[in-house]
């Protein structure tokens, strides 16, 4: 049987607010919640920052007692558990709604129906599924986190209308408008940590930071500054790297040994971590992205070179790329997009699934999924 169109109005509206969360609830999942009585809205909101009050919680506290016999709409399955906050599944009991309406149940599979479960209990009328999809794309790091021990892994590029990234003398300033790069900042800021390599921080000693403020992103307080994370085997990040200097925290992943390089990192600010190497000696991939998934890093951005960006491509652990082109040409001696020495053959093909096509200022922006993804 079809649910009543408002179902999917309110659910559309507790979207939209949990979306505003998108810049400041890491690690958290962004939630919103609607409450409706008689058809009226008599509270909202969203959940903001870690340790805060959920949303929930937030929008009982707005509705007050017109909570009674109402209807509260939520994005993801209310919490049952204690963690940093009381479950919010005993705060809708306590506020006597009558049913509720949930986009998706909890990823995480060790709690995941117990939320509901305690509703029905209570005897409240609980439905879920409403608007699934846009919840789950919503929270798609969250999601892989608490069911793989992954994060999202998305690359960011920028490239010529021929496919080229920079220059054969490695000159790459700008190859995208002003427009690109603010969009870029908005992809930064919604992560929790952006990733690079080596390569990249000898050539180009970046800051990897956001640089909107609050105004810019539309939220209150001060702006959150993902981890910045270094694949460095054989830590060639200079104590005085630009940002090891920028607020926020630096986190360097190499190999063993190197002790008085490791120390001098560390007085600089830098945590300096230990993962292991793959058969040809760099910093295996998946350890990496699992030891931050266990540092609750929902989603990664990664800008960096040709050489790991090809390597993430080639073992399956990329789940979107977000390509900016530019109309420009940059001729066949300019360096490539990817390092795919492993494609051989028209066999070997890594076949891309295209999300969206916009411009961006006078540049594209493409969005596309690897259909090899181990999403």
Same mark, same amino acid.
């Given at each position: 049987m079809p649910l009543p169109p408002q179902y999917y109005h309110y659910m559309a509206r507790a979207l939209r607010l949990a979306n505003q969360g998108?810049? !400041? !609830?890491? +690690?958290n999942p962004r939630?919103?919640?609607?409450?409706?009585?008689?058809?009226?809205?008599?509270?909202?909101?969203? /959940?903001?920052? %870690?340790?805060? #009050? /959920?949303?929930?919680? &937030?929008?009982?506290?707005k509705a007050g007692q017109q909570s009674n016999g109402a209807t509260a709409y939520v994005t993801l399955e209310p919490c049952s558990h204690t963690g940093r906050t009381p #479950?919010?599944?005993?705060?809708?009991?306590?506020?006597? %709604?009558v049913r509720v309406v949930i986009a998706m149940k909890d990823p995480n599979p060790l709690v995941s129906g117990q939320g509901i479960q305690r509703l029905r209990s209570a005897g409240i009328d609980v439905i879920v599924g409403v608007l699934e999809q846009e919840a789950r794309t919503l929270n798609q790091g969250f999601i892989k986190r608490m069911q793989v021990g992954l994060p999202w892994?998305? =690359?960011?590029?920028?490239?010529?209308?021929?496919?080229? !990234?920079?220059? $054969?003398s490695g000159e790459s300033?700008? =190859?995208?408008?002003?427009?690109?790069?603010?969009?870029?900042?908005?992809?930064?800021?919604s992560a929790d940590a952006i990733l690079t390599g080596q390569g990249t921080v000898l050539a180009d000693d970046p800051s990897l930071n956001v640089r909107l403020t609050?105004?810019? @992103?539309?939220i209150e307080g001060e702006v959150r500054q993902p981890v910045r994370v270094v694949l460095d085997e054989t830590l060639s990040l200079s104590p005085h790297a630009k940002m090891l200097s920028l607020v926020g925290k630096t986190w360097v992943y190499t190999a063993k040994?190197?002790?008085?390089?490791?120390?001098?990192?560390?007085? $600089?600010? $830098?945590? %300096?971590?230990?993962? #292991?190497?793959?058969?040809?000696?760099? @910093? $295996? &991939?998946? +350890?990496? &992205?699992q030891d931050l998934a266990q540092r609750e890093i929902n989603e990664v951005h990664v800008e960096a070179g040709k050489t790991l960006t090809g390597a993430l491509l080639e073992?399956? @652990?990329?789940?979107?790329?977000? =390509?900016?082109?530019? #109309?420009? &040409?940059?001729?066949s001696a300019a360096r490539g997009l990817f390092d795919l020495p492993a494609l051989k053959t028209m066999q070997d093909r890594i076949h891309l699934e295209i999300k969206d096509i916009r411009a961006i200022g006078q540049d594209w922006r493409i969005i596309a999924t690897p259909s090899r993804s181990t999403s």
């Amino acid at each position: 049987m079809p649910l009543p169109p408002q179902y999917y109005h309110y659910m559309a509206r507790a979207l939209r607010l949990a979306n505003q969360g998108r810049y !400041t !609830t890491q +690690p958290n999942p962004r939630v919103g919640c609607v409450i409706v009585n008689t058809e009226q809205i008599v509270g909202e909101a969203y /959940h903001q920052r %870690v340790g805060q #009050p /959920h949303a929930e919680v &937030l929008a009982l506290a707005k509705a007050g007692q017109q909570s009674n016999g109402a209807t509260a709409y939520v994005t993801l399955e209310p919490c049952s558990h204690t963690g940093r906050t009381p #479950p919010c599944a005993n705060a809708l009991i306590e506020a006597k %709604v009558v049913r509720v309406v949930i986009a998706m149940k909890d990823p995480n599979p060790l709690v995941s129906g117990q939320g509901i479960q305690r509703l029905r209990s209570a005897g409240i009328d609980v439905i879920v599924g409403v608007l699934e999809q846009e919840a789950r794309t919503l929270n798609q790091g969250f999601i892989k986190r608490m069911q793989v021990g992954l994060p999202w892994v998305r =690359i960011k590029m920028g490239m010529s209308l021929d496919g080229r !990234t920079a220059m $054969a003398s490695g000159e790459s300033q700008w =190859i995208t408008s002003s427009d690109a790069r603010l969009d870029v900042q908005q992809y930064r800021a919604s992560a929790d940590a952006i990733l690079t390599g080596q390569g990249t921080v000898l050539a180009d000693d970046p800051s990897l930071n956001v640089r909107l403020t609050a105004n810019a @992103l539309g939220i209150e307080g001060e702006v959150r500054q993902p981890v910045r994370v270094v694949l460095d085997e054989t830590l060639s990040l200079s104590p005085h790297a630009k940002m090891l200097s920028l607020v926020g925290k630096t986190w360097v992943y190499t190999a063993k040994g190197q002790a008085e390089k490791q120390h001098l990192l560390r007085q $600089a600010g $830098a945590n %300096v971590m230990i993962s #292991p190497c793959d058969d040809h000696q760099f @910093l $295996a &991939l998946k +350890p990496v &992205l699992q030891d931050l998934a266990q540092r609750e890093i929902n989603e990664v951005h990664v800008e960096a070179g040709k050489t790991l960006t090809g390597a993430l491509l080639e073992v399956g @652990l990329v789940d979107e790329l977000i =390509i900016y082109m530019a #109309p420009t &040409l940059m001729g066949s001696a300019a360096r490539g997009l990817f390092d795919l020495p492993a494609l051989k053959t028209m066999q070997d093909r890594i076949h891309l699934e295209i999300k969206d096509i916009r411009a961006i200022g006078q540049d594209w922006r493409i969005i596309a999924t690897p259909s090899r993804s181990t999403s």
